[in-house]
């Protein structure tokens, strides 16, 4: 069974460049996480979708971003226009809704450097 | 605000040896799980281990065990047998549930950066 997979892996934009991040979660987890590392600073929750749906965004940190996962399986993450702030490594995760264990399963990342 | 501290930024161990990464968290929910991620060096991040806040008992896996101290809110982890293939970014990271039992979100520290050498 194949991973969660992310891409691309690597991303190098000037500022105030459009970036968009792909991820595609195991088959069959309607729960999709987006994750972010800036340098030296905590992994930090973004968004969590529900299939399609939005559950929380709370994590989103401005109106640069925005994710989508139109029906249900792929999900991508814009960021318009990018500022230098937002380099660091975008996750996603992926879970099943019923899961007795709540695992998350995480992709390899893309990791956007904004010059 | 929920967070999570690991205060040993980096670690380092011998081979066979023993180590323990702490880990404490403070979060307002009574309902959540806990868990240990690794990250090897390019690579994803994986589980380690997890363990249920209303269970007292430790989780153990293989080598891999924690301390769970819920009201002290501690939850480390135990390395026994250290082996090359343990040297990775380890990320301690409790787990709230919302109403009705569903997922939340991780809640991340900084991580561990251990080294096991031979």
């Known amino acids: 069974e194949a991973g969660v997979t992310q891409f691309p892996s690597h991303s190098v934009i000037e500022k105030g460049q459009t970036v968009t991040l792909r991820c595609d979660p195991i088959?069959?987890?309607?729960?999709l996480y987006w994750y972010r590392r800036v340098m030296g600073k905590e992994i930090k929750f973004l968004l969590h979708f529900v299939k399609e749906s939005k559950q929380d965004e709370s994590g989103m940190p401005n109106n640069r971003f925005l994710a989508e996962r139109t029906g249900g399986t792929y999900s991508t993450l814009k960021v318009q226009p990018a500022e230098l702030e937002d380099s660091g490594v975008y996750f996603c995760?992926?879970?099943?809704?019923?899961?007795?264990?709540?695992?998350?399963?995480f992709g390899p990342g893309t990791r956007l450097t904004v010059l | 605000a929920q967070t999570v501290t690991q205060s040993q930024p980096e670690m380092s161990v011998q081979e066979a040896e023993t180590v323990t990464l702490s880990c404490t968290y403070d979060?307002?929910?009574?309902?959540?799980?806990l868990f240990w991620y690794k990250q090897p060096p390019s690579r994803q991040m994986i589980l380690v281990i997890r363990?249920?806040?209303?269970?007292?008992q430790n989780a153990t896996e293989n080598r891999f065990s924690v301390n769970f101290q819920k009201a002290a809110k501690s939850f480390s982890l135990k390395i026994s047998d250290s082996q090359l293939g343990d040297t990775a970014m380890y990320f301690c990271a409790p787990l709230p549930l919302n109403y009705g039992g569903s997922q939340g979100n991780l809640i991340f520290g900084k991580g561990t950066k251990l080294s096991v050498k031979p």
């Open positions: 979060t307002s929910e009574n309902n959540y799980y």
């Open positions: 995760a992926s879970s099943p809704v019923e899961q007795t264990y709540n695992e998350q399963f």
């Open positions: 088959s069959g987890h309607d729960n």
């Open positions: 363990q249920e806040a209303y269970k007292q």
